[in-house]
């Protein structure tokens, strides 16, 4: 049939370009979402939240509920589900821990992996996205502050 004889690629490019004009309004959102969770979390001892260096546009929020406090991360993790709130457990975690890993030869450093352990058994994040996400972000803190003290109340 006669028409264009276009690839995947250069549709690819062509909506890539599109979407370059946009990048700088859809970074700028990300960035205030991001200042948003910080003021939310950020001094919440419960909560040990990244830290901004620059002017990143990240893609997710980590969390990781602060082991020295004993949280009950299933307890949370039902509550946000409740919540009808999307997290997912950090990307991995500890590889160390996970099957994959007995087709690896590797050494560990020290023999272990102390914040990746943590990062495994208390880490959580949910997304960020290149529009307000305000009453979102306000909703996620209500129920983790509500399930952290319910999980607490229940010890």
């Not at 949370?76 to 821990?97: H, M, P, S």
């Not at 450093?109 to 997304?127: E, K, M, P, R, S």
Request: with cysteine; hydrophobic share 35%.
């Amino acid at each position: 049939m006669p028409g264009y004889n276009l690839r995947p690629l250069e549709m690819s490019g062509v909506v890539g370009k599109e979407q370059l004009k946009k990048l700088r309004g859809m970074a700028a959102e990300r960035r205030k979402n991001m200042a948003l969770f910080q003021k939310l979390f950020a001094n919440d001892e419960r909560f040990i939240i990244q830290k901004e260096h620059a002017k990143s546009s990240c893609f997710s929020f980590t969390i990781i509920l602060n082991p020295k406090l004993g949280p009950d991360r299933d307890y949370i993790f039902q509550a946000l589900e409740k919540a009808d709130i999307g997290y997912r457990v950090i990307t991995g975690g500890n590889f160390l821990r996970h099957d994959a890993i007995k087709y690896y030869d590797y050494d560990v450093v020290g023999g272990t992996c102390a914040n990746a352990d943590i990062a495994h058994d208390y880490g959580l994040f949910v997304g960020n996205h290149p529009f307000d996400i305000t009453p979102q972000l306000t909703r996620l803190h209500e129920v983790l502050d509500t399930a952290w003290k319910e999980s607490t109340q229940a010890r």
